[in-house]
């Protein structure tokens, strides 16, 4: 555990304009908030954003209300605004009156428009500052008054709690400081230019809101210009909160410049892609920005990966801002998919320092843990079973992308204590982990979590750690260990297979009992194997084509149980809502078992999440019976962003990258509508690689522009329709021979090619034929579930043939390419470029299913 002889600090500029003296805080103007990523729209007052950085946050809501925390310290709550405007009494809140909302990775702007001011507010927080800015361009026809008023807290999260705070206004400062007895934790909140407008008992908070007031008497001198409000708090002496309060007043541009050199630094560094779909590449970019918001330096830990962020009004916790190290685990591998290595990095080794001796790792660590005994009386820190398989695949995953064997030699001794823990808990000798010896896993309560012996979700995460151990143990060079942990892994996916598979109900139980009967209930955990290809083949598929179903598949994600279970309720947490956290599982497992159009709209229900509700971020959990969110679900949650940045680039794009063996695999799942893709800055290892893909009428070219690829092999496997003939191969003009891959649904020819530094061109000839795209889905908050679901496609003779659901008598279009070459549809209509399907009457709102068959020329 590392303490940090500095205080964890916070500072939040606001910037006002008043008839003001320049030493009293005007800053000159400078250009702010332009960048590629904005995204903007009406706002909406109860809607949350954020803005954070490593050492503090601002969480808010579109009304322009905020709470701030210096971690682990909640600073205050209920930040707004009024405005008076000319002499009168009667205040303008700013909620009411608050239009419009513009976010970029570095700055979200809110505008307040009135009859004779508008006022937008930018607020900003700088990445390697513990502090936020905000500022305020105000336009005025007539003198204003702008009142701010918050409510002190400072207070570390839950459950740690200290007493004996006050607050006080400082002329000096011009701010209020609120403190406690031991001057150990403090808040400093104020401005240059303001006045106190009340005052709080020095002994003791008031419980009425704290105010000061910022008075522009002559608008016109203050256009253009801003003002600072400066919060900042934290652990720590008082001298070094003043000290972070001074220098954030005055010098706010360098403070917002250095926050957007950051972010446009974290796209350079890491992948980036450009696809015919705009809201995919733009929610892919978000994603980075989501993850990078988590990561959090704390004066007691150091730097870790928090689970979530959300505003926590009267309680003690901000969303899940804590550190959960399965979520770490989790994220780490959406990380490692666009390059972010040395987050991943420092948020693996972070959780080390909290593994139990007898080697499991932590489930959860309250940030407020530094000043209470956490482990000793609390009971949440070791409570999940999954977490310590979950930290040897995230090790394996980074180690695989990178190649770091330093770090697995660093880490080695927590890695082999975790596997011999995770070893330890198979009581009953069947080679898989127990839950209840373990702990908890896929479920955390209610029936299906009780009385089982292991659900697939552990078992699935300690397959795949068993496999990966043998890995790691050669990488440390113990190779006795590495032979041991293969001997480990054959037996448990043969278990795994067995004890899971029902011939009966023909998919993968949830888990089994003690006696080795299966809990017969559907859900969508069994995706986290199917994603790591541990099951059967076929029957992962026949897993997959009922995951499809309307009975799990939303339009807006995936149920975490039936609904055709007796223990399903639409807003419960773990009996049947929506998380796009197992949206992440089930759409790479999709694209992995090539089902690319049910992966693709899978992969498009969590994609439109990202601007759904806080703009950029995306939900914990959704309703499993509409598009909607239940009021307590987290709005920046960690492991939801997996839903689109996983099956994203290892699932659509097929892109992974192995170097301990110098091999990557390029196996892109595109619809066949996409004539052009570029991916650029894949790294892995040493190399560094980008592609150009650009498809003809009867051609399919893949550019490949390398970086020290030296050694480096590229498997190259294209998916195109499953009625697609491959004519012939060439690499660099030179035609060569091709293997071909088929499934049920496309037809891949497969090349190796051996990279080197530079470009090398690969072309397919093939002979066009009829192919389904994914059915156009649309959904918005507040739907029911009502899109075209294809449970299968596969390819008989000279016909596709496609089992279908959609609501009774609706009516249903599905695009296709090729329609030129259709010579009937049974079971629909031909018309234009879509196949037109009626669907039976039937109980309205109740999905029923229907065949067509499509014949090609």
């Given at each position: 555990m590392r303490r940090s002889l500095l205080p964890c600090?916070?500072?939040?500029?606001?910037?006002?304009?008043?008839?003001?003296?320049?030493?009293?805080?005007?800053?000159?103007?400078?250009?702010?908030?332009?960048?590629?990523?904005?995204?903007?729209?009406?706002?909406?007052?109860?809607?949350?954003?954020?803005?954070?950085?490593?050492?503090?946050?601002?969480?808010?809501?579109?009304?322009g209300s905020f709470e701030a925390w210096a971690y682990p310290l909640k600073l205050f709550r209920n930040f707004e605004f009024s405005f008076l405007v000319g002499n009168s009494t009667r205040p303008v809140r700013g909620a009411d009156i608050v239009g419009w909302i513009e976010v970029t990775p570095a700055v979200t702007t809110l505008t307040f428009t009135y009859q004779s001011f508008s006022v937008k507010a930018h607020y900003i927080t700088p990445i390697d500052e513990a502090g936020s800015i905000v500022l305020l361009e105000i336009e005025a026809t007539e003198p204003l008054t702008v009142i701010c008023s918050f409510l002190p807290v400072l207070q570390p999260m839950w459950p740690a709690g200290i007493g004996g705070q006050y607050a006080y206004w400082s002329e000096d400062l011009r701010a209020y400081v609120i403190s406690e007895p031991t001057r150990m934790n403090h808040a400093v909140v104020g401005s240059p230019a303001a006045a106190a407008v009340s005052y709080t008992p020095a002994h003791m908070l008031s419980d009425a809101p704290s105010e000061f007031k910022i008075v522009i008497d002559d608008p016109g001198k203050v256009s253009g210009r801003f003002i600072p409000i400066v919060l900042a708090g934290g652990k720590g002496e008082r001298e070094h909160v003043i000290d972070v309060y001074h220098k954030l007043e005055s010098d706010p541009c360098s403070c917002y410049r250095r926050t957007v050199d950051h972010y446009n630094g974290l796209m350079e560094r890491t992948l980036r892609i450009k696809t015919p779909e705009p809201r995919i590449d733009l929610a892919f970019e978000w994603a980075k920005v989501a993850y990078d918001n988590l990561l959090v330096d704390h004066p007691d830990f150091g730097m870790g990966l928090v689970a979530g962020l959300g505003a926590s009004g009267t309680s003690g916790r901000p969303g899940f801002g804590w550190f959960f190290g399965g979520d770490a685990y989790i994220n780490s591998f959406s990380m490692n998919s666009y390059g972010d290595y040395a987050s991943v990095r420092e948020a693996l080794a972070f959780t080390t320092q909290f593994q139990r001796e007898d080697g499991k790792m932590a489930h959860e660590i309250s940030q407020a843990a530094g000043y209470i005994d956490w482990f000793g009386r609390y009971p949440y820190g070791y409570i999940h079973g999954d977490t310590s398989p979950f930290f040897i695949t995230a090790v394996y995953d980074y180690y695989r992308c990178t190649g770091d064997d330093d770090f697995v030699k660093r880490c080695w001794s927590n890695v082999k204590r975790a596997y011999e823990w995770c070893l330890s808990t198979d009581a009953n000798g069947d080679g898989l982990m127990d839950n209840r010896k373990a702990g908890l896993g896929a479920l955390e309560y209610g029936k299906l979590a009780g009385g089982i012996e292991t659900d697939i979700y552990i078992a699935a995460i300690w397959v795949r750690a068993a496999q990966a151990m043998e890995f790691l143990a050669e990488a440390a060079g113990e190779r006795s260990c590495a032979r041991e942990a293969e001997r480990h892994y054959l037996r448990a996916r043969k278990s795994f297979e067995e004890r899971f598979w029902s011939e009966d109900l023909q998919f993968y139980a949830y888990a089994f009992n003690a006696g080795g009967e299966h809990v017969e209930v559907f859900s969508p955990w069994s995706a986290v194997g199917l994603m790591w290809e541990l099951g059967d083949p076929g029957h992962s598929r026949k897993t997959l084509q009922r995951l499809c179903s309307s009975e799990l598949s939303t339009d807006w994600g995936v149920r975490s149980i039936s609904n055709r279970c007796e223990y399903y309720q639409p807003l419960n947490y773990n009996y049947g809502a929506v998380w796009p956290f197992l949206n992440s599982w089930v759409a790479t497992a999709q694209f992995k078992h090539h089902f690319p159009l049910q992966g693709y709209n899978t992969l498009m229900a969590t994609v439109r999440h990202t601007y759904?509700?806080?703009?950029?971020?995306?939900?914990?959990?959704?309703?499993?019976?509409?598009?909607?969110?239940?009021?307590?679900?987290?709005?920046?949650?960690?492991?939801?962003?997996?839903?689109?940045?996983?099956?994203?680039?290892?699932?659509?794009?097929?892109?992974?990258?192995?170097?301990?063996?110098?091999?990557?695999?390029?196996?892109?799942?595109?619809?066949?509508?996409?004539?052009?893709?570029?991916?650029?800055?894949?790294?892995?290892?040493?190399?560094?690689?980008?592609?150009?893909?650009?498809?003809?009428?009867?051609?399919?070219?893949?550019?490949?522009?390398?970086?020290?690829?030296?050694?480096?092999?590229?498997?190259?496997?294209?998916?195109?329709?499953?009625?697609?003939?491959?004519?012939?191969?060439?690499?660099?003009?030179?035609?060569?021979?091709?293997?071909?891959?088929?499934?049920l649904q496309v037809v891949q020819p497969r090349v190796t090619v051996p990279l080197k530094d530079g470009l090398t061109s690969v072309g397919f000839g093939f002979r066009p034929a009829v192919e389904v795209l994914p059915p156009c889905i649309e959904t918005k908050p507040g739907d029911v579930n009502k899109g075209l679901k294809i449970i299968s496609m596969q390819k008989v003779a000279k016909e596709l043939v496609l089992e279908l659901e959609g609501l009774a008598g609706e009516t249903y279009r599905l695009p296709v390419v090729g329609s030129e070459m259709i010579r009937c549809v049974d079971g629909g209509k031909l018309k234009g470029d879509r196949v037109e399907i009626e669907f039976p009457a039937g109980t309205r709102g109740e999905f029923v299913r229907k065949r067509i068959r499509i014949t090609g020329g």
């Open positions: 600090l916070f500072v939040l500029v606001i910037g006002l304009g008043g008839a003001l003296r320049a030493h009293q805080g005007l800053i000159d103007p400078f250009p702010i908030g332009e960048s590629g990523l904005k995204l903007e729209r009406p706002a909406r007052p109860g809607t949350p954003f954020d803005k954070v950085g490593r050492k503090c946050a601002v969480l808010g809501d579109e009304s759904d509700n806080q703009l950029g971020a995306i939900n914990e959990v959704f309703s499993g019976s509409l598009h909607t969110w239940p009021q307590e679900s987290v709005s920046h949650q960690g492991f939801s962003t997996a839903g689109v940045v996983l099956p994203l680039v290892r699932g659509l794009f097929g892109l992974e990258g192995d170097a301990i063996v110098k091999r990557v695999r390029f196996a892109p799942h595109f619809p066949a509508d996409w004539l052009e893709v570029s991916v650029d800055n894949y790294r892995f290892g040493d190399a560094v690689l980008s592609f150009e893909y650009i498809r003809g009428k009867d051609t399919l070219f893949i550019g490949i522009s390398a970086r020290g690829a030296g050694g480096y092999t590229l498997d190259l496997a294209p998916a195109l329709g499953a009625s697609t003939s491959i004519r012939s191969a060439r690499i660099d003009g030179r035609e060569v021979q091709f293997e071909l891959s088929k499934s």
